[in-house]
């Protein structure tokens, strides 16, 4: 029943690893968010999606790729991944873009740890 | 640039008590705003949101906020403090229109005392 589900919950790497992070949502909403909440619980947008088109970078590192293969899903790539990359990663969903007519729905964060 | 400022970190408040807490926005046209709230280890919630009409918006779990136009001010309040409340809350502001996007406060953490 879980709305937004994002995978995994943790994720402790070393510097200079390649990771991913996966979303779903079974809302059937048409837009995905990505957002990065760092150590002091400061929340920003990275990317967003709708219907599988990029709308937003948020001008992150090209070392993140989004890759939205269908509605449902909104992945995250990291290459080569630095200790600034540290931080809980969020993903979001709403009907309409940008998340002002419709509210947003958050997974529940993916804690990265790069050491 | 639109902005959000939540001017206090953290609040203490005994259970049963009033709350408020501040939010100043910055936005150069008629703003959405919003008050989200975060338990710890999970996803941002929405509580209430505001566009138009009346200044003063109820949510969900007994919180309202009121907008000041002339304050740029949406602050949130609920008449009586639950422990269950204890958690992290966010202001935040954005605009419509296919890139707009919401930018988010730094947040207020409120504890709730027994």
């Known amino acids: 029943d879980t709305a937004v589900s994002q995978t995994p919950k943790y994720l402790v790497t070393q510097m200079g690893n390649d990771k991913s992070i996966k979303c779903e949502q079974n809302?059937?909403?048409?837009?995905m968010y990505w957002y990065k909440q760092d150590s002091k619980k400061f929340l920003k947008i990275m990317f967003s999606y709708n219907n599988k088109e990029l709308i937003i970078n948020e001008t992150v590192p090209n070392r993140f790729s989004p890759k939205s293969p269908d509605k449902a899903h909104l992945n995250l790539h990291i290459n080569s991944l630095e200790l600034g990359d540290s931080a809980v990663y969020f993903c979001a969903s709403s009907q309409d873009p940008g998340g002002s007519n419709s509210p947003l729905h958050f997974g529940n964060g993916t804690r990265l740890t790069v050491t | 640039a639109q902005s959000v400022t939540q001017p206090d970190i953290h609040i203490t408040v005994s259970e049963g008590a009033s709350l408020e807490l501040r939010c100043n926005y910055s936005?150069?046209?008629?703003?959405?705003l919003f008050w989200y709230v975060q338990s710890p280890g999970q996803g941002l919630q929405l509580l209430l949101k505001y566009f138009s009409g009346d200044t003063l918006v109820q949510g969900i779990k007994g919180f309202e906020a009121e907008f000041k136009r002339s304050q740029s001010s949406f602050n949130l309040r609920k008449p009586s403090v639950h422990w269950s409340d204890a958690a992290e809350y966010f202001c935040?502001?954005?605009?419509?229109?296919?890139?707009?996007?919401?930018?988010f406060g730094t947040g207020t953490r409120l504890q709730v005392t027994l």
């Open positions: 935040a502001v954005g605009g419509t229109g296919t890139a707009s996007k919401l930018t």
């Open positions: 809302l059937g909403h048409d837009t």
């Open positions: 936005y150069g046209a008629t703003p959405y």
